[in-house]
């Protein structure tokens, strides 16, 4: 019997081969080990999350260079030696990147909206503890003001007033990117504190079951 169990032991790994080996081992054992399959998920969600927001800025980035574009266009038509014929050109680009914000704003990430004002809750631990993403409305009123159909440049009364709009959209815009880099940070360091985490528990376990570890 002591032969077979010590032969059981090297072919497994672990020391504790039958409940009698060590009866309170087995209990820490297993409660860790399931803790440790909770953290793998908490940080597949994490990590999920934190492509979401990676996800996220990389629209706001192209959205950003659009509005500085548009406010450039905007200036442009403000120039009282343009003709009409020029103005409506302008407007044609002006129009554009009014549709490609738009556009944008309606994204998803795996079927969920990357622009919404709805927030998101993050599983940050093993006991399903979680925190809320704030969400980015990109439909809010200081944005779509500036993408509203009635919008445009193709006079310089219309280019004063498109510009003030943009600046504000441009300002709110800054904000939500300032919030979405609070939550990235957030969130990196949620990640590394779990593989922390997850590396004490199995070295724990190591301990506990395996063979060649002392007990501590």
């Given at each position: 019997?002591?032969?077979?169990?010590?032969?059981?032991?090297?072919?497994?790994?672990?020391?504790?081969?039958?409940?009698?080996?060590?009866?309170?081992?087995?209990?820490?054992s297993?409660?860790?080990?399931s803790?440790?399959?909770?953290?793998?998920?908490?940080?597949?969600?994490?990590?999920?999350?934190?492509?979401?927001?990676?996800?996220?800025?990389?629209?706001?980035?192209?959205?950003?260079?659009?509005?500085?574009?548009?406010?450039?266009?905007a200036?442009?038509?403000?120039?009282?030696?343009?003709?009409?014929?020029?103005?409506l050109?302008?407007?044609?680009?002006?129009?554009?990147?009014?549709?490609?914000?738009?556009?944008s704003?309606?994204?998803?990430?795996n079927?969920v909206?990357?622009?919404?004002?709805?927030?998101?809750?993050?599983?940050?631990?093993?006991?399903?503890n979680?925190?809320?993403?704030?969400?980015?409305?990109l439909a809010?009123?200081?944005?779509?003001?500036?993408?509203?159909?009635t919008?445009?440049?193709?006079?310089?009364?219309?280019?004063?007033?498109?510009?003030?709009?943009?600046?504000?959209?441009?300002?709110?815009?800054?904000?939500?990117?300032?919030?979405?880099?609070?939550?990235?940070?957030?969130?990196?360091?949620?990640?590394?504190?779990?593989?922390?985490?997850?590396?004490?528990?199995?070295a724990?376990?190591?301990?506990?079951?395996?063979?060649?570890?002392?007990h501590?």
């Open positions: 019997n002591a032969l077979a169990k010590s032969l059981s032991r090297l072919s497994s790994g672990s020391k504790i081969i039958a409940p009698s080996d060590d009866a309170a081992g087995l209990a820490v297993s409660r860790l080990e803790q440790l399959k909770r953290l793998d998920a908490a940080i597949n969600n994490v990590t999920n999350a934190i492509s979401f927001t990676q996800t996220q800025d990389g629209f706001l980035k192209t959205i950003d260079k659009a509005f500085r574009r548009m406010a450039e266009l200036m442009f038509a403000q120039d009282n030696t343009k003709s009409a014929d020029d103005l050109l302008y407007n044609q680009e002006f129009a554009q990147l009014q549709e490609y914000i738009t556009e704003s309606h994204q998803t990430f079927s909206s990357l622009f919404s004002s709805s927030a998101l809750d993050v599983t940050i631990d093993s006991d399903g979680s925190f809320q993403m704030p969400g980015i409305d809010a009123a200081d944005i779509t003001d500036s993408l509203a159909g919008v445009d440049i193709t006079s310089v009364t219309n280019a004063q007033s498109a510009l003030g709009l943009i600046k504000t959209s441009i300002d709110t815009l800054a904000q939500n990117r300032a919030s979405l880099g609070a939550v990235q940070s957030r969130l990196n360091f949620t990640n590394e504190q779990l593989t922390i985490t997850k590396e004490n528990l199995s724990a376990i190591s301990r506990i079951s395996e063979i060649g570890r002392p501590v």
